[in-house]
């Protein structure tokens, strides 16, 4: 779709209740012997991203990812 003549997306969005539907797949996976839909590696991955924005803020430096390395 265009508008203006400029093109435009448009998109379908379910609404999330966020950290109650994550917890709510999890307790699902582990009462039917499912795989989660993201590994514990992707989720590990995830909150050093985050740790790592925190740090950044806090500090207001360059933080790597590596810093949060196992």
């Known amino acids: 779709m265009t ?3 400029r093109r ?4 379908d969005l379910n609404p999330s209740r ?3 539907d994550q917890m709510a797949h999890f307790m ?3 009462r039917e012997d499912r795989t989660p ?3 514990p590696d992707e989720q ?5 991203a985050i740790l790592a924005a925190y740090r ?3 500090t207001g430096r ?3 990812l590596k810093d949060f390395a196992e």
């Open 62 to 64: 360059f933080v790597s």
């Open 8 to 11: 435009a997306e448009e998109f």
């Open 28 to 30: 699902a996976c582990l």
């Open 18 to 20: 966020g950290f109650v």
């Open 3 to 5: 508008r203006e003549k």
């Open 44 to 48: 590990i991955g995830s909150l050093r």
């Open 37 to 39: 839909i993201t590994s």
């Open 56 to 58: 950044a803020a806090a």
